[in-house]
């Protein structure tokens, strides 16, 4: 039971990072119906500002992570105004290909600036465990870390979404474009924050895997990346909740498929787990089921 535990709190600090991830799929294409393939990369780079931050200048790790949010917004606002507003009404296709375009030129366009070597990312947090309810089972600082910056995040941008001009001006959009732009609201204006949110939530991720994997590399945004928008998928892409529902189901099956012998497996697991939903609820566990009418 205490192994089984164990692994609860190891899963969870894993799916917290799975779900700020995925929140960024999740957003964009609720807007634009756009898979941003592109993200993996900006978690990348995330990490690599944060890596700066803490490196070059000597700060702490609040400050890398807001400096990394900061930076990894105004990347995806750039990006958003560069790649995808020239194909946003083209075909889908189209923007698959340029936002696998984009991913792939963020990729090795690090790599040529930072070169391919995996880089040791400074110990920022305390490297100590506690023991919960007198038991065996230990609760790694950097987990704890992880988590509480996780639900911080997430409730910030509930609060934005549900309560501020630039949330309701989001959720309009989402629900119906065209009614949105009757009554006012500034699409233009509404994608780039969506694309500054979403972004500066993977440059958080970014620095947390960072600080708990001590390690970075130019290739690290693309297993991570791939693994968020399954999570978005099984959770239903376009719902916030579903994206961080997904994410921590994600994180957990992961690390108890990895605790009882098959962590070789864990990714195949994590990929016939969405066939699996996807043949069972194709819209995610948590998606509405929408009827179209002929």
Not at 137 to 164: C, E, G, P, S, W
């Amino acid at each position: 039971m205490e192994q089984f535990i164990q692994q609860m709190v190891n899963g969870i600090s894993l799916g917290s990072i799975y779900a700020l991830i995925a929140l960024g799929y999740t957003m964009v294409y609720g807007i634009i119906n756009l898979i941003n393939f592109a993200h993996g990369e900006i978690y990348m780079i995330g990490a690599y500002i944060g890596f700066a931050v803490t490196t070059f200048l000597g700060l702490g790790f609040f400050p890398a992570i807001i400096v990394s949010m900061i930076g990894c917004g105004i990347l995806g606002v750039i990006i958003e105004k560069v790649a995808y507003k020239p194909v946003r009404n083209s075909t889908r296709i189209a923007a698959l290909i340029t936002a696998i375009a984009v991913s792939l030129f963020l990729q090795y366009g690090m790599m040529y600036f930072v070169h391919a070597e995996t880089r040791t990312f400074p110990e920022l947090l305390p490297n100590t465990s506690i023991k919960l309810f007198n038991t065996n089972v230990l609760l790694d600082m950097r987990n704890l870390y992880i988590i509480l910056v996780t639900v911080f995040l997430m409730a910030v941008l509930q609060y934005v979404i549900k309560k501020t001009k630039v949330g309701k001006a989001m959720r309009a959009v989402s629900l119906d474009r065209d009614a949105a732009q009757l009554m006012g609201i500034d699409m233009n204006k509404t994608i780039a924050y969506t694309f500054a949110i979403g972004s500066a939530l993977a440059g958080a991720a970014g620095v947390l895997v960072g600080t708990y994997y001590n390690s970075i590399n130019p290739l690290m945004g693309a297993g991570p990346g791939l693994k968020a928008f399954v999570a978005a998928v099984i959770g239903g892409i376009g719902m916030i909740p579903g994206a961080v529902f997904g994410g921590f189901f994600l994180g957990i099956t992961e690390t108890m498929v990895s605790a009882f012998g098959g962590s070789l497996y864990k990714d195949a697991v994590a990929f016939g787990v969405l066939i699996l939903v996807l043949l069972i609820k194709p819209n995610g566990l948590l998606g509405a089921n929408i009827k179209e009418k002929v």
